[in-house]
């Protein structure tokens, strides 16, 4: 048997950062500070809108507005209008409307449901309520927006694409801004309401 010499280790370097690393560094802390604090400079906020519009939504409308054409701030003014951007005690409306931006069950699901008359409450067993399936078989506007198989007028990313879909088949992206509001709730003062908020979220207010 041949003896093994044993070699002695040397010690390990240790690495040095690369001068294109180094400089690298501040620019994206400074990337990142500048997308956290003026991120909202892209969608042109006014005051009003950085200080009413809860930033955690805007790429959400801002999304839907890629996919139907829809304004992102009238999206925004609807959440506003019908929830309070989500902050109302119950999602539930006394009417039955449901969800972040307030849809009744049989205009959601769609209103040849056999259960679906009058306001709109209908009577959709809860499976039927949330499944794509059914709602494209009874042309509801109910959208499963993050792909995780269910459309929940409760769940943000779907309720925002559902509303962003109801307003854009009702004329929205072809620029009736006003008749596709009145189709959502038909309400003259819905209609002023919502396009107050749209109208002062992006405007570019006077010093």
């Known amino acids: 048997m041949t003896k093994k010499t044993a070699t002695k280790k040397r010690p390990s370097k240790k690495k040095r950062s690369s001068p294109f690393t180094i400089v690298l560094i501040p620019i994206i802390v400074l990337a990142i500070y500048y997308a956290v604090n003026n991120g909202d400079a892209t969608y042109n906020l006014s005051s009003f809108g950085k200080e009413e519009v809860p930033p955690e939504y805007i790429p959400i409308y801002k999304a839907a507005e890629e996919e139907y054409g829809v304004p992102w701030y009238l999206l925004a003014a609807h959440h506003r209008v019908e929830t309070k951007f989500s902050t109302m005690k119950t999602l539930v409306s006394p009417v039955g409307a449901e969800g972040h931006m307030q849809f009744m069950p049989c205009t959601f699901v769609g209103w040849s449901h056999p259960s679906c008359s009058g306001l709109g409450k209908g009577n959709i067993p809860q499976n039927q309520k949330t499944d794509p399936d059914v709602i494209e078989k009874y042309g509801g ?41 009145f189709a959502y709730n038909h309400s003259d003062k819905y209609v002023e309401d919502v396009l107050y908020y749209a109208e002062r979220f992006v405007e570019d207010e006077e010093e």
Not at 148 to 158: M, N, R, T, V
């Open 141 to 181: 506007y109910g959208v499963d927006a993050n792909g995780d198989g269910i459309a929940d007028p409760f769940q943000i990313e779907d309720a925002v694409y559902s509303a962003a879909n109801y307003l854009e088949r009702n004329g929205a992206a072809d620029g009736k801004i006003e008749q596709a509001v």
